[in-house]
């Protein structure tokens, strides 16, 4: 079995559940957050659209420098409405499983660099950019998003099994 067929059911499930949760978000809650410290609800939806977007860095390019010198910095994803912030999220879920699912296993293996301002933060094997960068980054985020849903009163979506919500998956 090809390292790529391995992450791809994975992924598929990953995807779906998190697009089941961006599903919830409310438009009229964009600029809500839970704490001075925390991300609003708009914004944490948008890095979970962005997410996927890793993948296809992570897999197409050699490294990803967020602060590239003489360049402006990355720029975060602010959706302007539910539809864009889908629409971001299908895009880059579709482009991450095309570059998954045609990388070879020699590919996969190579390293792949996080930089900043043109200095090596950290290398690692595209495998490992799928899993943590793509895959567990989207839970973690994901997880956010859903207590955010909750003290918001917006039914949460069962994900691994029932939610307070869901009596089903």
Same mark, same amino acid.
């Given at each position: ?12 499930? #990953?995807? %779906? ?5 961006? #599903?919830?978000?409310?438009?009229? !809650? ?25 993948? &296809? ?11 590239? +010198?003489? %360049?402006?910095?990355?720029? +975060?994803?602010? %959706?302007?409405?539910?539809?864009? /912030? ?9 482009? %991450?499983?095309?570059?998954? $699912?045609? $990388?070879?296993?020699?590919? /996969?293996? !190579? ?16 495998? $490992? ?6 895959l567990n980054h989207m839970i973690h985020h994901r997880a956010q998003l859903g207590v955010y849903?909750?003290?918001?009163? &917006? ?10 919500? #869901?009596?089903?998956?």
């Amino acid at each position: 079995m090809k390292l790529s067929e391995m992450f791809l059911p994975e992924f598929d499930q #990953e995807m %779906a559940n998190t697009r089941k949760t961006l #599903e919830r978000v409310p438009a009229d !809650k964009w600029d809500w957050k839970p704490h001075d410290k925390s991300m609003t609800l708009g914004r944490l939806a948008g890095h979970l659209a962005e997410i996927p977007g890793l993948g &296809i860095m992570g897999i197409t390019r050699d490294s990803l420098d967020f602060a590239p +010198p003489g %360049a402006p910095p990355m720029q +975060p994803f602010v %959706a302007k409405s539910k539809e864009e /912030l889908l629409e971001k999220f299908d895009n880059n879920k579709a482009g %991450a499983r095309t570059a998954i $699912a045609e $990388a070879s296993d020699e590919h /996969l293996m !190579k390293s792949w660099s996080l930089m900043r301002g043109g200095k090596t933060l950290l290398t690692m094997p595209r495998t $490992a950019v799928v899993r943590s960068f793509v895959l567990n980054h989207m839970i973690h985020h994901r997880a956010q998003l859903g207590v955010y849903l909750r003290l918001n009163n &917006i039914p949460v979506p069962s994900i691994y099994g029932p939610s307070a919500d #869901e009596g089903q998956m």
